[in-house]
């Protein structure tokens, strides 16, 4: 495994991984969001080799990344709230579920069989290397099945180590939550996954209200719906009041834990009680939390709004019991 800093050569960084990724191999690679785990959407063997690297149990559909609409176009077929949606937040941190068109190149594992594709245009370097490359990149985050997503470079390096070939080193993941997904059908517009970008913008540019679905377990639903996902080892207790000696605990906004002075570590995701600044640092905490907890990880209260939706969500099903 090689790590590779952005930074330092561009040029390298996206000729190197486009040789890897034309060969079938897996890089992973910054995203706005956090680090993907990339291969060849179009390459069977390829997307597999996701599944194998992140010990996926199941064979879960992926979402698949863009250069842009024009590349999007290409797979699948945008209604006109799909088209504005993506106007308006492409590139950036919303995937869409969209119709797959019948002769799309897309491998069935990468959707998992599925008539419907998730597509999302990342920022940055992200962006460059896919138009380079020319074909789309399933890419899952950069994490064992289960685990805390990653979004720094050495975080994906401590957890799939050498079960990836190229690491680019990017810096830390500006968002630091994965994208929020939304399905726009012909009646409204689904929220799949609260993420990255807070619903109420995406209600703000579609003037429409987002329905959640309450079903728990649907049929498509993927790893990052299933409730236990991104535990770290610890056990995590949200919402908490008190914390007890050896507690990790992770606070925001100064809020004191009654008990918190007996604590391993305090950790605030944002003294100044910015979400934004606490989606970044969420998922770098919990991995801290669970490094230093000798008891329970133990979370106090986070806010609901704006970011704090998928903040919570997460914290959630970090907390929910392991299956
Ligand atoms: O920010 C992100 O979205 C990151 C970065 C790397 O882009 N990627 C990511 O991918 O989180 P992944 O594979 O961990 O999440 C895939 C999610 C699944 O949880 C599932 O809910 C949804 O995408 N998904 C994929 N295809 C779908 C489909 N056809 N219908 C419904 N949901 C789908
Ligand atoms: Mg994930």
């Not at 009646?187 to 609260?194: H, N």
């Not at 995406?202 to 003037?207: D, N, R």
């Not at 991995?287 to 979370?299: E, Y």
Request: aromatic share 4%; net charge neutral.
């Amino acid at each position: 495994m090689t790590i590779l800093s952005i930074a330092q050569n561009e040029d390298r960084a996206r000729k190197d991984a486009c040789g890897i990724l034309s060969e079938g191999g897996l890089v992973a690679l910054p995203t706005e969001t956090v680090y993907g785990l990339a291969a060849d959407a179009t390459n069977g063997e390829a997307v597999a080799r996701i599944f194998e690297a992140k010990g996926r149990p199941r064979f879960n559909p992926l979402i698949c990344h863009m250069s842009g609409i024009a590349m999007a176009r290409r797979y699948v077929e945008f209604n006109a709230m799909a088209e504005r949606l993506a106007e308006t937040f492409w590139p950036g941190p919303l995937t869409l579920v969209l119709p797959l068109k019948a002769d799309a190149a897309i491998h069935p594992l990468a959707c998992a069989g599925l008539d419907t594709l998730a597509v999302r245009v990342p920022t940055g370097f992200a962006q460059g290397l896919i138009a380079e490359f020319d074909r789309p990149l399933a890419a899952p985050s950069a994490n064992t099945s289960g685990k805390v997503s990653s979004t720094t470079a050495d975080h994906v390096a401590a957890d799939l180590g050498n079960r990836v070939r190229l690491i680019l080193d990017g810096g830390p993941a500006a968002i630091g939550l994965e994208s929020t997904i939304v399905k726009p059908t012909k009646t409204g517009i689904e929220l799949l996954r609260p993420g990255g970008l807070a619903a109420a913008e995406i209600e703000a540019a579609s003037g429409m209200r987002l329905t959640r679905s309450t079903e728990a377990a649907p049929a498509i639903e993927a790893p990052g719906m299933l409730r236990s996902h991104y535990a770290p080892g610890a056990h995590l207790r949200i919402n908490a009041q008190t914390a007890a000696a050896g507690d990790a605990v992770i606070t925001f906004a100064g809020k004191a834990i009654p008990g918190d002075e007996h604590a391993s570590i305090v950790l605030d995701l944002s003294p100044s009680g910015n979400l934004r600044e606490a989606a970044a640092n969420l998922f770098d905490f919990m991995k801290r939390a669970d490094t230093a907890a000798r008891n329970q990880i133990v979370v106090a209260p986070i806010p609901k709004e704006g970011l704090g939706e998928a903040i919570n969500d997460r914290l959630e099903r970090a907390a929910a019991p392991r299956v």
